[in-house]
C-alpha cells in the first residue's frame, strides 16, 4: 500500500470508482507518523505560545520551539520507556488532558510505541466530565496540563484503576510525576510494539448530547480513515502545507483530521494553546506561521467575519479553509468568497464513531450552501427510513446511513456497551448516525437535524439547524439554539434561544419581531419560532455543539 493511502484524483468520479481501502498487514501510527519520513530533519511541530504581554492584544503568539520528525520520534521513545518503567502494558489506557502542547502528541505515540490505548480528553471539561471518562475507561495513567492538575486530585480517589497522574513540566511530588522528570534518563530507542490496523488505539467520547456519553473505542486503521478524509477535503495539497486549528486536539477532527493527518504526509502542524479567540490576534498568527490549510469550525468563521478584507491587512499564505461540527451558512461561504483571492472552502461530516464520510473537495464540485457535500470515496451513503432501515426517494428526509468499503476505519465498539454496539449496524452492514438529511438527484446531502431534536410541529416535521442558520443570519445574532417545547394546540411550539453580539444595539422587543419575520420570509410560516429568550451563553458540548436538551431542561426549570 501506498503511504499516502489517497492518490490525487483529477475527478469525484475517478476518485469513487478507482479508490479502494488496501490497509497494510502490519500498521503503527508512530511509525507512520514521526518515522516513515524520507527527511526526518523536517519541521514536524510549531509550537507558540502567547505571552503575557499580547495575549489581549493583537499581536501573533511568538514560536516557542521547534520540533522535527526525528526529535519527536526520539522524545516519545524515551516518553514510552518511562511509561513502561510505570508498568504502562499493551492494552492499558492512557489519558491525554492537554491543550496544543507537545505533549499531547508525544503522548499518543508513547503509547501506541507501546500498544496502549490513548484516551483524549479536553482541558475545557469540568470534574465530572474528567472523572466520568478517566473511570469509565478504566484508565492507569493520565497525563495532564497544569490547568486541570487541580481538578484530577480532586477526583482521582473515584477512578478505581488511576495509578500515575504525569503532569507537563518538571513539577514531581508523591502524588504527581513531572512529564520532564520522566523523560530524563531514557533512552531514545524503545522497541515498538508490533501492531497491526485492527489493533486498539483510542477511546473516544461522544458528546453526550442524547444521554451519558459513550466511549468509542477505534482501532489504528482510524488515523488512515482521517489522512483520507483530510487528503480530500485540504484540497490534495498536504504534502507541503502548513496546518493549524483553532480546535482542541481532543476532539477527533482536530486530532485525527488535522495533527495526524498532516503528519501522515509529512506537513508542518502549528500548535498553539489559547484561552479565547481574538480575530484580530488570530489573523496576525495565520500571517506569522504562513498557515496554508486551517481546519476552522463554522463558529471560528463567524468570529473572524468581523475583519473586513484581511488580505489587505495581513500577508497570508491561506490556500483551503476546511470546516465541520455544523453546517455552514450562505454568509460565511458568501464572506470566504469576498474576502480572499484563492482560498477554497470544504465543508466535512463524520461521526465519532463512523470516521469522516461526507464532503466538499474544491478540486471536484463547487461547494452548495447549505450542502454537506458527497461521500468521499470508500464510503457508501444512502438515506433510509429512520424505522425500516429501507433506502428512500431522493429529496426524502431519512437518517443518514453510511457503508465502509473496509470495516476497520469505522470504531470497533461502544466500550462496554455491546447493546448499544449491536443498534450502532443495521443487519446488513449499514451504520445509522442518528443525523436526518436529504440527498438529491446529484448525490450531495443536505442536513436537516439529529433525529432526536426534530420538532413536530403543526403536523409538520421542523429541523432546528435551519431555523438557526436563518437567525444566524440576522447581523446581532451571534449564537441561536431552537428546540421544541410540548403545547397543547400545534403539538410542539418552536422556541429560540439567542445570544447577541457585542454591537447588539436594537432594542429585544423589535430584535424578536425582526427575526421572527425573517424565519417567517426566508423558510415557512410554520417554522418561525413563536418565542425568543435572550440569553447570556448557551450550553455547548466540548466540540462546540449546542446542547439542545440542554436547553429542554433550561425550558422546563423555567416554566
Known sequence: MSW?????????????????????????????????????????????????????????????????FRELDTLSSKLANGFRELGIEAGDRVGVVVPQKPA????????????????????????????????????????????????????????????????????????????????????????????????????????????????????????LGRAAAAFNYFDQSLTAGTLWTPADWAWGAALGGTLFAGWH???????????????????????EQAVTHAFMPPTALRLLMSISEPEEIYDLSLQTLAAAGEP??????????????????????????????????????????????KPLPGYEVAVVDPETHEPLQTDTIGEIAVKPADERVFF???????????????????????????????????????????????GYRVGPTEIEQTILSHPQVEQAGVIGVPDETVGEEIHAY???????????????REIQERVRERLAQYEYPAAIHVVESLPQTST????????????????
Open 104 to 223: 499531547n502528541p508525544l503522548t499518543h505515540l508513547a503509547n501506541w510505541k507501546l500498544g496502549a490505548v490513548s484516551v483524549p480528553l479536553t482541558v475545557l471539561f469540568g470534574s465530572d466530565a474528567l472523572q466520568y471518562r478517566l473511570a469509565d475507561s478504566g484508565a492507569r495513567a493520565v497525563v495532564v496540563d497544569p490547568a486541570v492538575s487541580e481538578t484530577i486530585q480532586e477526583i482521582r480517589g473515584h477512578c478505581e484503576r488511576l495509578e500515575h497522574v504525569i503532569e507537563v513540566g518538571d513539577k514531581s511530588s508523591e502524588e504527581i510525576i513531572g512529564f520532564e522528570t520522566l523523560l530524563a534518563d531514557q533512552s531514545s530507542h524503545t522497541e515498538v510494539y508490533d501492531s497491526t490496523p485492527e489493533t486498539p488505539s483510542a477511546i473516544m467520547y461522544t458528546s453526550g448530547s442524547t444521554g451519558p456519553p459513550k466511549g468509542v473505542l477505534h482501532s489504528h486503521a482510524l488515523w
Open 498 to 512: 439567542v445570544v447577541l453580539t457585542k454591537e447588539e444595539t436594537t432594542d429585544h422587543d423589535t430584535l424578536r
Open 328 to 373: 455552514l451558512t450562505p454568509e460565511i461561504m458568501d464572506w470566504v468568497d469576498e474576502a480572499f483571492e484563492n482560498v477554497s472552502l470544504n465543508e466535512f461530516y463524520g461521526q465519532t464513531e463512523l470516521n469522516l464520510c461526507v464532503g466538499n473537495c474544491a478540486r471536484w464540485f463547487e461547494a452548495q450552501a447549505g450542502s454537506m457535500g
Open 412 to 458: 470497533t465498539e461502544y466500550w462496554n456497551n455491546p447493546g448499544a454496539t449491536a443498534e450502532k449496524q443495521t443487519a446488513d452492514g449499514w451504520y445509522l448516525t442518528g443525523d436526518l438529511a436529504k440527498q438529491d438527484e446529484d448525490g450531495s446531502l443536505w442536513f436537516v437535524s439529529r433525529k432526536d431534536d426534530i420538532i413536530l410541529s403543526k
Open 4 to 68: 499516502r493511502v489517497m492518490e490525487p484524483y483529477d475527478t469525484y468520479e475517478t476518485a469513487q470508482n478507482s479508490f479502494s481501502w488496501t490497509l497494510p498487514d502490519s500498521y503503527n501510527p508512530a511509525v507512520d507518523f514521526v518515522q516513515k519520513h524520507s527527511d526526518p530533519d523536517r519541521e514536524a511541530l510549531r509550537y507558540c505560545t502567547s505571552t503575557e504581554t499580547n495575549t489581549k492584544s493583537s499581536s501573533a503568539p511568538s514560536v516557542e520551539r521547534s520540533y522535527t
Open 265 to 287: 504526509y509529512g506537513a508542518t502542524v502549528v500548535g498553539w494553546p489559547r484561552d479565547a479567540f481574538d480575530p484580530t490576534q488570530v489573523f496576525s498568527h495565520l500571517s
Open 544 to 559: 462546540g455543539k449546542i446542547q439542545r436538551k440542554e436547553l429542554r431542561n433550561q425550558w422546563e426549570a423555567d416554566t
